[in-house]
């Protein structure tokens, strides 16, 4: 199958001032995301996630790196083209309340991509926005209002609905449960699910929840520190977790049940972004047995299948041989 | 508050009642201009009578709906109305020298309201047709400056590199160096001192500090996530430009027009004390001011009377930007 979003080493970088020097927000990253699947992007804040797929995208753009939709390169492309295929791949931002602007309606914020690009006109502008709202499960009337006047789960699917008027075949969806109340959270992903059914849709799903992931995606990638740490089937790469940063991500899910309490193998401070490791970037907090001078000095590379990838100088043999 | 709609037309019937006697004699004998106004008059009194008796748009009643919306609209209503039609509501020409003999420095009376200056001219006829110099000033030149500013501010902070490098080290060197100096400079080059010359003039050289500040406010909105949303979906940066970005740099524009009229105002009377704005005998609120200056302990009434139209203008300007930026917003306009 081939791939419909294929990163080939993506770099990012930020210039910090204060520090008078970049930090790589991400680092060499290579992914593909198969047409029709459901690939998982999880990971601690600041691990550059929202980056990745922002750069993924052209939302930012990339300092290094090759990106290709479906055969087109989008780092190569720019104006009335890169405008066009945008309608192909959509963007469903984390907070809803920022992603509208707040002195236009939701008719006219949904109709004007809409009307851009031709897909409908102004006589029948207001019919296809009702479409819209009624496949997000909202009632045609909230087109009327402004975005502060939707609560967030009104507005988040808005925002679906914005991302769906140009008709896209890939969706990235940032943390799109994370401004949600708890009791919303299980809707919005029976509509994921059915939207993908219905629109045959690709996802690439940035979630810190893990269970979320667990339930909902056919990949998985576990971001640390700018990098790309470890990758492969979800039920696989969760079940038989092969980087000490993903056991410990597992291990710091909250449990209702008191017997399942684990206690996190990882120690030392959590530090933040530092350019000098020439190690591995999870050396200062990794629990990891085998430990050693290694880590400390070269950075582990990224091996492994299709099915399964770590980054790590000492993954388990029985989970390698598996992979 | 209903009833509040009928004091704008009770206090303009008034205004025609009691200059009945004038709007005859400009009737029979005036020039065409002043018989032009005099038409010009119960035209308005007319659209005045048909707006108090009809029903607003649900937009019109909830703008004016707070008090001070409604003082301010007034106090900015009348004194438009008494500089449109100046010749009708004063008395006397307002440079005529009326009695250089008795009749200098008069206080406040029933025959001259606001008394009389050194040289012996009603202060009331000299502040209305002032009012119509000050405000026309004050509102184009505003105009002129917020329409640059605007604009340079706007590509500056969107397309940034060397746009943005340039336009911004342009705005650097011209607020570098003082308004005033700018404005001889310009002035002596130009030759005259036309009103309108004075207008472009003014304009040009104000709006160095609204370009800063739009091009602030680009530079924060730029980054919201909407923005990013709408690059997302395919819109040209024309339309990111018009539809996104400008109409959440409106308020702060607003706020700076309306304190830009009174500062304006205040500059022109700068120019006329070194010579170069409006030029003697015919008055502006500005040179008023500087006439009168002189002469502050003897007759404070000469700067009193032009110093409070410029702050009843301003802050009724203030109160009424205030008021549209609260209704352009749709997250304010909804509470109240």
């Known amino acids: ?323 | 508050m209903r009833s509040f709609r009928w004091v704008p037309v009770t206090l303009f019937v008034l205004f025609v009642v009691v200059r009945a006697g004038r709007i005859g004699d400009l009737l029979s004998t005036g020039t065409f201009v002043e018989q032009t106004l005099v038409a010009l008059t119960f035209t308005l009194l007319a659209a005045i009578i048909w707006l108090t008796i009809t029903p607003w748009p649900e937009v019109l009643s909830k703008f004016f709906k707070p008090f001070d919306v409604r003082i301010a609209s007034l106090v900015l209503g009348a004194i438009m109305i008494l500089a449109v039609f100046a010749p009708i509501a004063s008395g006397h020409h307002p440079n005529t020298q009326l009695d250089l003999v008795n009749g200098q420095l008069l206080p406040p009376s029933l025959a001259h309201p606001f008394g009389t200056d050194f040289v012996s001219r009603d202060l009331w006829s000299r502040v209305l047709f002032g009012a119509r110099v000050s405000l026309m000033i004050g509102v184009l030149a505003v105009t002129m400056a917020i329409t640059i500013g605007t604009m340079v501010g706007m590509a500056a902070g969107y397309f940034g590199g060397w746009v943005e490098l340039v336009l911004m080290r342009l705005v650097d060197a011209g607020l570098s160096i003082p308004r005033v100096f700018w404005l001889l400079v310009i002035v002596s080059l130009w030759g005259t001192t036309d009103i309108y010359v004075l207008i472009l003039i003014i304009g040009l050289t104000g709006w160095f500090s609204t370009s800063r500040l739009v091009r602030a406010e680009v530079l924060r909105i730029r980054e919201e996530d909407f923005v990013v949303a709408a690059r997302g979906l395919g819109i040209s940066e024309a339309g990111i430009v018009i539809r996104q970005i400008l109409p959440n740099v409106v308020p702060p524009i607003i706020v700076n027009a309306t304190l830009g009229i009174g500062q304006v105002i205040l500059v022109e009377a700068g120019l006329s004390f070194l010579g170069f704005g409006v030029q003697p005998p015919w008055p502006s609120w500005g040179t008023i001011i500087q006439d009168g200056s002189a002469r502050i302990i003897a007759a404070p009434w000469i700067v009193t009377v032009p110093g409070v139209a410029i702050a009843l203008t301003v802050v009724s300007l203030a109160i009424l930007g205030d008021r549209l930026q609260t209704t352009l917003n749709p997250r304010d306009s909804a509470q109240f």
């Open chain 1, 1 to 323: 199958m081939t791939p419909m979003l294929e990163l080939r080493n993506v770099t990012k970088r930020f210039a910090d001032h204060r520090l008078r020097s970049n930090i790589t927000a991400v680092d060499n990253v290579s992914i593909e995301i198969p047409a029709g699947t459901r690939m998982g992007l999880v990971g601690e804040s600041g691990s550059g996630k929202t980056t990745l797929a922002r750069c993924a995208l052209r939302l930012s753009n990339a300092d290094a790196g090759e990106i290709t939709f479906d055969g087109t390169r989008l780092d190569h492309i720019s104006g009335n083209e890169l405008r066009r295929i945008r309608t192909q791949f959509q963007y469903v931002f984390q907070n809803p309340y920022l992603a509208f602007n707040p002195r236009t309606t939701i008719r006219q914020s949904i109709a004007e991509p809409m009307l851009v690009h031709g897909i409908c006109n102004r006589g029948n502008a207001e019919k296809r926005v009702t479409k819209l709202l009624e496949r997000v499960e909202l009632s045609a009337d909230l087109g009327g209002r402004y975005p502060h006047e939707l609560s967030g789960g009104e507005l988040q699917r808005a925002s679906i609905a914005r991302a769906l008027s140009v008709k896209p075949r890939l969706l990235v969806l940032d943390e799109p449960l994370s401004a949600l109340d708890v009791s919303l959270r299980s809707q919005m992903l029976t509509l994921f699910d059915r939207l993908r059914q219905e629109l045959s849709l690709t996802y690439l799903l940035i979630s810190h929840d893990l269970g979320v992931v667990a339930h909902h995606t056919d990949t998985v990638a576990v971001m640390h520190s700018a990098r790309i740490v470890e990758f492969g089937q979800t039920e696989l790469v969760l079940s038989k977790p092969a980087h000490p940063y993903t056991r410990d991500l597992l291990l710091s899910v909250p449990s209702v049940d008191p017997k399942h309490h684990k206690t996190l193998t990882s120690t030392g401070q959590i530090t933040g972004h530092s350019e000098n490791t020439e190690g591995c970037r999870y050396f200062a907090r990794c629990g990891h047995s085998m430990k050693d001078e290694q880590c400390e000095r070269k950075q582990p590379q990224l091996k492994g299948t299709a099915m399964a990838s770590v980054a790590c100088h000492h993954v388990v043999p029985d989970r390698e041989s598996k992979g």
